[in-house]
């Protein structure tokens, strides 16, 4: 665990991004306050680790079948044509991957998904709206 990083620490460094919605197995998932993509999450290890190969194999497995329990929420609550899938962190180095749902009649339809557009942000009841979907259709 490190301090330093908002994942491990959780409060007020993560919630500059992030909404916690809740943990999985392998994970923490929040989802991104930034919803220019409508449903973007971020599915984080529960390891403070910085690559997939960091992780042993059983470990490794988990985090994925939680990106992929994630990613299943996503398309059954937001029906995007594509997930885009993000893993980066040059400088915070945590494992975690965006979940980035695409719709072909939306924004950056095409193209790779910008970081943080800084284009929409939401309401509290919306954005808690949207919390407690993904929460029912992750079993949370």
Not at 15 to 43: D, M, N, T, W
Request: glycine fraction near 8%; charged fraction near 25%.
């Amino acid at each position: 665990m490190d301090m330093n990083c908002a994942y491990c620490a959780e409060g007020k460094l993560v919630e500059a991004f992030g909404i916690k919605i809740g943990e999985l197995p392998a994970s923490k998932v929040y989802l991104f306050k930034e919803q220019s993509h409508k449903g973007r999450c971020i599915v984080a290890s529960k390891f403070h680790v910085s690559e997939l190969i960091d992780l042993s194999e059983a470990d490794r497995n988990a985090f994925m079948a939680d990106v992929c329990k994630v990613s299943q929420a996503i398309h059954a609550l937001y029906k995007p044509a594509k997930v885009n899938y993000g893993a980066y962190g040059d400088t915070g180095c945590h494992l975690h991957f965006h979940l980035v749902p695409k719709y072909t009649d939306g924004f950056e339809w095409g193209g790779t998904f910008e970081m943080n557009p800084k284009r929409t942000t939401l309401a509290e009841s919306e954005y808690a709206e949207m919390v407690a979907a993904l929460k029912a259709a992750l079993g949370l």
